[in-house]
């Protein structure tokens, strides 16, 4: 007896790097010469490329996202025992970045209708849970100093920023962007990255929007914090013939060979954030009116770079809850992934102070990242839409 001969339908992966560019002469020219290491031509043009194209004075680039955020808090003054107050929804390298200090979260809650940082339950906090004394902010109920705020601009979308630099400005606190989500995407018109926040951290991991394999930058308008950041991501060099260091620094640096690559992928950064809004817009128009499905929101302050692009599922009315519809994707060979579980709950940070409801709780059970690689083709997105509208 035979059976019918299964049709296994090509892999759609969520979102995998795109690379058609100039990536293999630059990264070629460097293995050519053999400037493939921490110095190099690249790193430079790479950070004056990343500086323009934010539309910051200034880039520092590093080993990947994560370490840009430690060095920023570094930079930042923060200490062992501090609280550095950040979005409870986030990829875990937020909170562990914050960490590597010796800080601990403190956990601020997302609002319901873009899923990012809710800044009036920051501006709470602030206001009615934590007090200053002599210019010191302390956590009321941890009795810890406050000593930084980290907005973390998730899934491409941003935090509406003002009001949080201007709660920073009140209370005297740097903010640190977390924007390795945020390459391409503007607030007010902007580039996420341009604004006079302390520092915003990009990552060009293997999932960003941009990669060069693992990298990241630290960009700021702020000439002394760029000047401390290199200084200390370079082992804290003080002179680098007699190798003189004053301090305890850090091997954080962009090799030239990514850097290479950097500048290959940031050439084609327009071209990508077109293709993404384009996705976005079939994904909108196609799943607009399905009854359960929520499409990505974005607020009219903000341009989204849709790096992945996020519905919400409602099982009373799709008839399927969130998991269900990822496993079923799962059988067609369509890659999907939930968001990220809430950091009051992760068995690693949960001892964080969190301030906030229910939204990320409720936001982890439905939300569903789907395909959208910037090489997903108008076939591949056909059968993403026909699945989830079960056509
Ligand atoms: C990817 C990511 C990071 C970490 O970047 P790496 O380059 O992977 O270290 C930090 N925060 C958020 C929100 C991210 O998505």
């Known amino acids: 007896m035979s059976s019918a001969p299964t ?36 790193v430079d043009r790479f950070e004056q490329d990343m500086a323009r194209t934010v539309g910051s004075k200034y880039a520092v680039s ?10 920023a808090m570094v930079v930042a003054g923060v200490k062992p025992g501090d609280e550095v107050v950040c979005s409870d929804i986030t990829f875990i390298a937020s909170a562990n970045a914050i960490r590597y200090t010796g800080a601990i ?20 906090f602030l206001t009615e ?37 201007e709660l920073a400005n009140e209370f005297g606190l740097p903010v640190i962007e977390d924007a390795a989500e945020g390459l391409g995407t503007r607030y007010k018109g902007r580039r996420v990255g341009s604004s006079d926040s302390f520092a915003a951290c990009i990552s060009f991991n293997g999932n960003k929007i941009l990669t060069t394999g693992g990298g990241g930058a630290l960009v700021t308008n702020n000439q002394d914090v760029a000047a401390r950041a290199k200084y200390l991501t370079t082992q804290a060099k003080c002179d680098p013939i007699e190798y ?29 954030l077109a293709i993404k809004k384009k996705i976005a817009s079939k994904y ?38 969130c998991r269900s519809l990822m496993r079923r994707l799962g059988g067609q060979n369509i890659q999907s992934r939930p968001l990220w ?6 068995k690693v940070h949960g001892d964080g102070y ?38």
């Open 7 to 42: 049709v296994q339908q090509t892999f759609i992966p969520l979102s995998v790097p795109e690379i058609r560019g100039n990536e293999w002469k630059y990264v070629k020219e460097c293995l050519d010469t053999g400037w493939v290491s921490s110095v190099g031509a690249y």
């Open 62 to 71: 590093v080993v990947n996202g994560t370490n840009a955020l430690h060095i």
């Open 105 to 124: 979260p403190t956990l601020i809650d997302c609002e319901p209708e873009y899923w990012q940082l809710d800044v009036h339950l920051l501006r709470k």
């Open 129 to 165: 849970e934590c007090e200053r004394t002599n210019g010191v902010l302390t956590n009321r109920n941890t009795g810890r100093r406050v000593a930084a705020i980290m907005p973390v601009h998730i899934l491409g979308h941003s935090v509406d920023l003002d009001p949080v630099l």
């Open 244 to 272: 003189i260091h004053d301090e305890v620094g850090y091997n954080y640096r962009m090799p030239n060979l990514l850097a290479a690559m950097g500048c290959a992928q940031l050439e084609q950064l327009d071209d990508y």
């Open 284 to 321: 909108h128009e196609s799943l607009g009116d399905v009854p359960g499905i929520t499409v990505m929101p974005h607020a009219q302050w903000c341009d989204p770079s849709y790096w992945l692009y996020t519905v919400l599922v409602d099982e009373s009315t799709y008839g399927e809850d």
């Open 341 to 346: 579980e809430p950091m009051h709950m992760s």
């Open 354 to 391: 969190y301030y906030g409801g229910t939204v990320s709780e409720r936001l982890y059970k439905t939300a569903l990242s789907i395909p959208c690689s910037v090489g997903l083709t108008v076939e591949d997105q056909a059968r993403v839409i026909k699945a989830i509208r079960r056509d």
